[in-house]
């Protein structure tokens, strides 16, 4: 009887850590750049939506080969348009604002959006800076873990004359 406690006791602990890693990895999204990849630590207490609409388009392919489209020395770097212009989307839904007072802060991702609150699709940007003015206007959903020296690389421009590019985007579980 001792043995079959011990048995079950191991094979529940077993199973939790394999549940919780799973978890884990795809709550890491990983962005391959020019010079390396960028780890963001999605944050799914926060905006649990949008992340589930970044990590859907991520793991199909999405986001491979889209431009940086409006990159603002000091300030962000915006992309996840297909069309390249800053007007485009994907094919999914428009997402509901989940502002949170989380502040914008260097590192930071946060989805783009038009005037209205609840049109985020799938363009995002990563901050160069602290940027206040943007709290509670904008859902935060991300923040970069490793690599923001690689972001801060990404060439400046509305448009940038030789736009960088995310190579691959994918969770770190599918990466």
């Known amino acids: ?98 502002f949170t007072p989380e502040p914008f802060a260097r590192g930071v991702l946060g989805m783009a959006r038009s005037q209205n609150p609840n049109s985020a699709n799938s363009q995002f940007f990563i901050m160069f800076a602290q940027g206040d003015f943007l709290n509670g206007q904008y859902t935060v959903f991300g923040q970069v873990t490793k690599g923001m020296d690689l972001v801060d690389n990404i060439a400046k421009g509305e448009p940038p004359a030789n736009p960088d590019k995310m190579i691959k985007v994918r969770t770190s579980d599918q990466f």
């Open 1 to 98: 009887m001792k043995f079959l406690t011990h048995f079950v006791a191991s094979l529940v602990v077993g199973f939790s850590l394999m549940i919780s890693g799973a978890f884990a990895a795809s709550d890491t999204l990983m962005i391959q750049l020019k010079d390396g990849v960028v780890e963001v630590k999605l944050r799914p207490d926060l905006a649990p939506k949008h992340v589930e609409q970044i990590t859907s388009l991520a793991n199909k392919g999405f986001y491979d080969g889209i431009i940086f489209h409006r990159v603002i020395p000091g300030f962000m770097a915006q992309t996840g348009d297909p069309t390249g212009t800053g007007r485009g989307g994907s094919d999914l839904p428009d997402i509901k604002a989940e």
